[in-house]
């Protein structure tokens, strides 16, 4: 269950509270396409960082608030990784593999507070 604008659940009731989800989160992506696209994509991680950390601070579930840990220049190095990987497999590490880099490299950054 979402609930936009809600105080945060009760501990142990399962529900996933959004807090003030509406013009921040999306100011964040805005800004953090503009950061890409300016940056021809070399900005890459510190944008996903930028989002991470908002998406972070608004999330609680069962009451406990999301604390992301990660840090861009964390992501830059999985983003090279990737990069170097693709350049030697021509593509196929990104088509299978890349993108659970990154999922794998911010699900270890997550933590409950």
Request: a positive charge; hydrophobic letters at 45%.
């Amino acid at each position: 269950m979402i609930n936009i604008n809600a105080a945060p659940a009760a501990t142990g009731d399962g529900k996933f509270v959004i807090m003030k989800a509406y013009k921040i989160p999306c100011m964040t992506k805005l800004m953090s396409m503009l950061i890409i696209c300016g940056s021809a994509g070399f900005a890459y991680p510190w944008a996903k960082q930028m989002v991470l950390e908002k998406w972070a601070s608004q999330v609680r579930i069962d009451g406990k608030r999301i604390v992301y840990s990660g840090s861009a220049m964390g992501l830059f190095g999985v983003w090279v990784k990737i990069f170097i990987y693709n350049m030697l497999t021509m593509g196929l590490y990104g088509c299978c593999c890349g993108g659970w880099e990154v999922e794998t490299y911010v699900d270890k950054h997550l933590d409950w507070n």
